[in-house]
């Protein structure tokens, strides 16, 4: 069965500038999820996914990062303005059912100048 | 903050040995999973061992838990080379059912 597909796999942009993500789960996995991975540092989760509900948004900085999951399937997570301090890799995982085992796309290398 | 908390923080250890990681959360969890990550890639599910039970196996590995402590320890036997990562424990549960939350990793280096 084919992966989590991400995209774009690196990003380079100056500080203050936006940028996006996008996200593709296995097909049929209702759960998804965004973490964030900082050079030495665990995953960071951003926010997870039901269906196109969110669940948990609570460490996601909701005065610069937004996601959405339309109609429950992809999902894009965007950053604007973008700081110095968000330069990490975006991880994107999705999962059959909720506390199940994660399944989880390349990333997305985001190095903010 | 991270709920698992890795150690050692980084081993090194020669092809064939067994690496041993810890891991320690603070909450009561429902399960707690192991992960590994090789550098620049996305983490691969290892093992799922839920809190009902203390002990689960899957090829070379061996994943031990033990709630009284809050602890959980992960096993290679016989490390090759490729085994070579960073190791990560992750807990769900507890009020936040469905949450994975990551500790810190624990960097394995498997010398040939």
């Known amino acids: 069965e084919a992966g989590v597909a991400q995209s774009p796999r690196y990003k380079i942009i100056e500080k203050r500038q936006s940028v996006a993500f996008w996200c593709n789960p296995i097909s049929g996995h209702a759960t998804l999820y965004w973490y964030q991975q900082i050079l030495g540092q665990g995953p960071k989760l951003l926010i997870q996914?039901?269906?196109?509900?969110?669940?948990?948004d609570s460490q996601l900085p909701k005065d610069r990062f937004s996601a959405e999951r339309l109609k429950g399937v992809d999902s894009t997570l965007k950053i604007q303005p973008a700081k110095l301090e968000d330069s990490a890799v975006y991880l994107c995982?999705?999962?059959?059912?909720?506390?199940?085992?994660?399944?989880f796309g390349e990333g997305s290398r985001l190095t903010v100048l | 903050s991270q709920q698992g908390e890795e150690d050692p923080q980084a081993l090194s250890i020669q092809e064939g040995e067994n690496a041993t990681m810890n891991c320690s959360y603070k909450?009561?969890?429902?399960?707690l999973q192991w992960y590994r990550q090789n550098s620049g890639r996305g983490l691969v599910h290892l093992i799922l061992i839920r809190s009902n039970e203390r002990e689960k196996h899957s090829g070379r590995l061996r994943v031990t838990l033990d709630t009284s402590k809050k602890s959980s320890s992960l096993l290679i036997t016989a490390s090759r080379a490729a085994d070579t990562a960073s190791y990560f424990c992750?807990?769900?549960?507890?009020?936040?059912?469905?949450?994975?939350?990551f500790g810190q990793g624990t960097i394995l280096t498997v010398h040939p």
């Open positions: 995982a999705s999962s059959p059912r909720e506390a199940g085992e994660l399944f």
């Open positions: 909450t009561s969890i429902n399960n």
């Open positions: 992750a807990t769900a549960g507890g009020t936040s059912y469905g949450k994975l939350t």
């Open positions: 996914f039901q269906n196109n509900g969110v669940v948990d």
